[in-house]
């Protein structure tokens, strides 16, 4: 008998879902802003897409159309990134709302947040130190990392 592993090749154990109201508007968002590559859709004839699978990076992510009485769901999701002005600009090249300009913060990641057209939120980091114990003690302490923390707690993502 064979082995069936819990976590099907390809997929996470956690795997995030995107419901939207125009799932391909999304999908084209992602590919362009973050070189997504879709895997799968599922498209009746109405055009109503009930499942598609895009991968960005290692991981996939899952989206289908929301049905029109449903409250609108905006999804967040953390996306880790080798350079973050790129990503940035390539976010608002395709469509997004800068929410948060890149900044460092004392755990050792420069964090921006992006809103694409449809409202869901993108919290983009690069990773840049790897503080110690003492040092990430150390970092929350300084001013610039103070202040930094401020400004990306207090923006306001729907604005």
């Known amino acids: 008998m064979t082995s ?24 084209e968002f992602l590919s362009k802003a973050f070189d997504a590559v879709e895997t799968v859709r599922v498209q009746g004839e109405d055009g109503f897409i009930g499942h598609a699978e895009t991968r960005i990076g290692d991981a996939p992510v899952m989206l289908f159309d929301s049905r029109p009485h449903w409250p609108a769901t905006p999804a967040f999701l953390r996306l880790y990134v080798a350079d973050i002005a790129s990503a940035v600009r390539r976010a608002a090249d395709a469509g997004a709302q800068i929410v948060t300009r890149p900044t460092e913060l004392h755990f050792g ?41 401020r400004y990306v707690s207090g923006a306001d993502i729907f604005a």
């Open 4 to 27: 069936v592993k819990t976590v099907p090749d390809g997929y996470a154990t956690v795997t995030p879902w995107i419901i939207s109201r125009d799932t391909a508007a999304v999908l």
């Open 109 to 149: 990641d420069i964090v921006a947040r992006v809103r694409d057209p449809l409202g869901n939120v993108y919290w983009l980091h690069q990773h840049v130190a790897d503080p110690t114990p003492d040092e990430l003690a150390e970092r929350e302490r300084r001013p610039e990392f103070v202040e930094g923390m």
